[in-house]
């Protein structure tokens, strides 16, 4: 076993960690089950045919990609989850999506093999963010899912080393489409789709390379994979530090993008509304493609969840209006007060900050009708550098188990399971996932 593909090979430091980003997605998986448009997508799920396994938060009858979709929807279904800084995709919704649909298969014996599965996903899908950078019109979660979920079902299912990668290349077919940004651009709910549909296909190569279905095997640096002409070998995706310590945790249900104006904006508004004494806000973020989409100015295009989430303007103008922005601000009647979309009038956002392609600081700005102007600057909340301690992530998660439904939990129980996982064995998985169900 190589390093960062095991439970067992990364640091005890990483480990902890890991179980806090668990944690994390389920906690926001089980509010997921209540957020726009999910109830659709898990009816037309179910439309696909039957099977053995129960997705977590559902009651649901389905086979094990069919599953795997089903939890990486739930987990991405309010934008709520992780973000890797630096490789700037969403690792739970893949790699715990994918590894605990395939561990409920009980192909193999324990909770380990799904931690395992869950550290390869990490790994291989961050790491993949990084080296293939940001490319026009990709996300890359979603354009590059496929192949970590392959890798994250092959690992939890025990497969050899060029089983693995035969599963990876099966799943080349669905990489890298230069068209998922599309649905941001578009307002569509089918963000909250796609890493679901890399999911389903990742774990469906893992299964068919476990029967001795050969993918291509110059799936990484052929003249057409993914890092076509690099020298890179599959084993080098999994050398260095283990990618899981670059993964932020989301203080606010909205695009990474647009968290350090939040985090600027709340130091500067205060608790309760006064929108009467604010001339105007203006929000300085950095230059480039990533933050253009949530630099624009606020429009409600008919899907206003969306709008609201990929809109600086929109949740500022929340923040001021309301005193507030959270899970609650998208749960209620708060996407139709007229008090936010008339204060989201009142910000502008300019992107004339230094250009970068990961996560920076984000400055703000507000005129007072007294004159007075008062400004903030705020790195981005949640990053490793700026990390959510146990109390804040506890506070998140028991908030989502709220919106379940789901007053039998709690965050201090979410983490019971979790730390239970790596000495749990088949019996006692079972018994541990049917308390999330």
Known sequence: MYANHSWRTIKPADRVY??????????????????????????GISDLGGGDIRPIWTDLRVNAPAAGMVLSILIHAWDFDDTHDDAVVHTA?????????????????????????????????????????PRDGVIRTAGLGAIAAAVAAATTLGLSREATQSAAGLALTSSLAPYTRQAVVDGSLAKRLQPGLAVQTGITAALLARRGVVGPSDWLTGRYGILPGSELTFNDLFTGE???????????????????????????????????????????????????????????????????QFSISWQVAA??????????TLRGRDLADSRISEMAHRVTVLQDLPAADVMSDAVVEVALTSGEVL???????????????????????????????????????????????????????????????
């Open 18 to 43: 890991l179980e806090l980003v668990i944690c994390d997605a389920l906690g926001i998986a089980a509010a997921g089950v209540k957020a726009p448009g999910i109830r659709e997508m898990l009816d």
């Open 93 to 133: 919704s893949v790699a715990v999506a994918s590894s605990f649909a395939v561990a409920q298969l009980g192909l193999r014996d324990g909770g380990e093999c799904l931690l395992d599965g869950i550290v390869s996903g990490v790994q291989v899908l961050s790491r993949l963010a990084r080296l293939v950078g």
């Open 242 to 308: 283990f990618e899981g310590g670059g993964i932020a945790l989301k203080p606010y249900p909205a695009c990474r993008f647009t968290h350090a104006a939040l985090a600027a904006a709340e130091k500067l508004l205060p608790a309760e509304p006064a929108p009467k004494t604010i001339e105007r806000i203006t929000v300085h973020v950095p230059a480039g493609d990533a933050y253009a989409l949530v630099s624009r100015s606020y429009e409600d295009r008919g899907s206003p969840i969306i709008d609201a």
């Open 319 to 328: 923040i001021a209006a309301t005193g507030a922005y959270g899970l609650a």
């Open 375 to 437: 400004s903030h600057r705020a790195p981005m909340p949640g990053s490793p550098a700026h990390p959510l301690d146990w109390d804040a992530l506890a506070m998140k998660i028991n908030s989502c188990l709220i919106v379940a439904g789901r007053n039998d939990l709690d965050s201090d129980r979410i983490l019971s399971i979790v730390q239970q996982l790596a000495t749990a064995d088949s019996a006692k998985l079972s018994i541990l996932i049917a308390g999330l169900t």
